[in-house]
């Protein structure tokens, strides 16, 4: 009977929600909608690579004008590629407004991050997250707190620290709640090509991942609260 009790009081600590979302929560940022802009541009390099087998060294308005129209997604359906290319040379005009930061003459920012997030989806590639873990050593619980390393850092989180630092991970909420429990944990990009991600965690060093590196790290920490509680 109390092992029945305890394992109850164990899983409500960790379904018990410790946020809440800020105003404009689900909306994209400045932030976010220069992200998808920088990656437009190399979404067509990586697709024509893909195609042709060969790296694109001209700018992106020659790519879209004289190079992409070579190679159609889907050749079986011909009414499809002209309407992404005319969209492409859309989204190149904007992507300048954007990485120059001038807002003023374009459609509502929602909007264009929506626009330029559909045409990345449509280039990339279906793939499985392929990071590995081998940055993620010495782990092992002590009672309710994770001992963790990551490179040559080592951290010490308990429940609600790890669940807010799934928050951060996850890229639906990264930066988009207000955590009411736990320590404070607070994500930025700060590299020049918008590829890696900055974690701080309150009074521990910083960490940098990748987008794969991210969902690899979120991935495993739901699985390690998962079979440390159920398991009691």
């Known amino acids: 009977m109390f092992d029945r009790l305890r394992r109850k009081k164990n899983v409500n600590t960790l379904s018990g929600i410790n946020y809440k979302e800020l105003p404009g929560y689900g909306v994209a940022s400045v932030d976010d909608l220069r992200f998808e802009a920088i990656e437009f541009e190399k979404s067509i390099a990586r697709y024509i690579h893909r195609k042709s087998g060969v790296v694109p060294r001209e700018s992106l308005g020659h790519i879209i004008q004289k190079i992409l129209p070579n190679y159609p997604m889907f050749p079986e359906m011909p009414e499809h590629w002209p309407n992404f290319l005319d969209e492409a040379k859309k989204l190149k005009m904007l992507r300048n407004n954007v990485i120059h930061s001038d807002f003023v003459d374009i459609p509502p920012l929602a909007e ?121």
Not at 121 to 132: H, I, Q, W
Not at 135 to 147: C, K, M, N, V
Not at 197 to 208: A, G, L, R, V
């Open 112 to 232: 264009v991050y929506k626009r330029f997030k559909k045409a990345n989806e449509t280039l990339r590639p279906f793939r499985v997250c392929s990071a590995g873990l081998s940055r993620f050593t010495y782990i092992q619980w002590r009672d309710d707190t994770l001992l963790l390393k990551i490179d040559e850092s080592r951290y010490e989180l308990k429940v609600d620290d790890i669940k807010n630092l799934m928050m951060e991970l996850h890229p639906a909420s990264r930066g988009d709640v207000y955590f009411l429990r736990g320590k404070l944990i607070v994500s930025k990009v700060l590299d020049y090509h918008y590829e890696k991600i900055t974690y701080f965690i309150e009074n521990h060093d910083p960490f940098e991942l990748d987008i794969e590196e991210s969902m690899a790290l979120e991935g495993m920490l739901g699985s390690l609260l998962g079979r440390h509680f159920y398991s009691q």
